[in-house]
């Protein structure tokens, strides 16, 4: 497991840990004191979503490079085949040139087969016969030291992909332990909304005000093309200009706003962050894979000063824990993390790292 595995993965025990010991909010207690817990609660469950997404961009990270391996190791054991096809090819000729030369091509004396007219031609010709020996025998050795180079080939690339699944399997299980503490918290929440509910009356007028503003937004996102979710009301009329293929880009990942977050999804129903941002891109023509840090790599890197829209931003190293799209005045289209949707949102300074495509 790599090192930023490891990180993630002891950042997922702290949390679960910290879940473990946090006491549970006795009922009556003062309304002061139930609204800093759900305060408390709510933080530690964006937390832990942030944690998420960035895990499933580990994940999809590991199985890109699963599929890697495994196109390696297809192609080896093709050349491992073709290498003993070869060699099985060449071992039966010399075998029939052997036999000729040593049995006498059938007859039991070796000088019958042989059509001489002197001492010398047959001298001649057991030379030949000794040369062409020793060249198979150099050629068989050749073919037998390639061969086992690439038998070791193909055993280090099935020591990588073990190595490469053993990672994405403990990615996997750190995620859901992640999303057990996430469950547990979200059931705590709703614990001690109900105590503050059942404290005050004004609990519940705020609830229905938080609920009338939810409605109202995911109504701005469906007036903008954006689904049925939550998001932030942004003119398309106002995107500065950009080039054709950005636009298209742009456009697909505004008429996704307000679909819910999925991780290791990429459409139509569902998205994860780079999920969003590779099938936007794909219905501009620019093929992407879906991993931010595959996506990072494989792009031109560019300064924020630059940035256009359609460009991505990306957060962790080598862009491996998230990506946006940016659509211009300092505004992105994203899909944050699980429990949110896909919304436009100002771009935050912890995103240091740019890239643009097509």
């Known amino acids: 497991m790599n090192l930023r595995v490891a990180r993630i993965v ?55 490079r699963l599929q890697q391996l495994d196109g390696q190791i297809a192609e080896a054991q093709t050349r491992v085949k073709a290498a003993q096809e070869n060699f099985d090819k060449l071992k039966s000729v010399v075998s029939t040139r052997a036999a000729s030369l040593y049995m006498g091509a059938g007859t039991s004396d070796p000088l019958a087969a042989i059509d001489v007219q002197s001492i010398n031609d047959l001298g001649a010709r057991s030379k030949y016969a000794a040369a062409a020996t020793s060249r198979d025998h150099d050629i068989m050795a050749r073919l037998v030291t390639s061969k086992e180079a690439l038998q070791t080939q193909r055993k280090q690339l099935d020591k990588d992909r073990s190595q490469a699944q053993i990672e994405k399997d403990k990615i996997s299980k750190a995620r859901a332990q992640l999303q057990g503490a996430n469950a547990q918290q979200q059931s705590l929440l709703s ?42 009301s ?70 924020l000063s630059a940035l256009q829209p359609g460009d991505l931003v990306f957060r962790g190293p080598g862009g491996s824990q998230h990506v946006e799209m940016y659509i211009g005045n300092g505004m992105v289209v994203t899909a944050p993390h699980t429990g949110d949707f896909v919304k436009v949102a100002p771009m935050l300074s912890e995103l240091p790292l740019a890239a643009r495509p097509g």
């Not at 759900?38 to 933080?43: G, S």
């Not at 950005?246 to 998205?271: I, R």
């Open 10 to 64: 002891a950042v997922v025990a702290v949390a679960v840990t910290a879940l473990a010991l946090a006491p549970l909010a006795a009922g009556g207690s003062p309304i002061d004191d139930k609204k800093a817990e759900a305060a408390r609660l709510q933080a530690a469950i964006d937390s832990n979503g942030t944690k998420i997404d960035a895990l499933s961009e580990q994940y999809n990270g590991a199985v890109y």
């Open 191 to 232: 614990k001690t909304k109900t105590d503050i509910a059942s404290l005050v009356k004004k609990a519940q007028d705020d609830a229905r005000a938080a609920q009338a503003a939810a409605t109202a937004a995911r109504q701005r996102a469906v007036s903008n093309g954006g689904g049925n979710g939550p998001g932030v």
């Open 234 to 303: 942004f003119p398309i009329g106002s995107i500065p200009p950009t080039s054709p293929r950005a636009m298209v880009a742009v456009n697909f990942a505004l008429a996704q706003v307000g679909k819910p977050y999925a991780y290791a999804t990429s459409g139509p129903a569902t998205y994860d962050c780079s999920g969003l941002t590779a099938a936007a891109w794909g219905a501009a023509g620019v093929s992407l894979p879906h991993y931010s840090g595959a996506q990072y790599d494989t792009l031109p890197h560019i300064p």
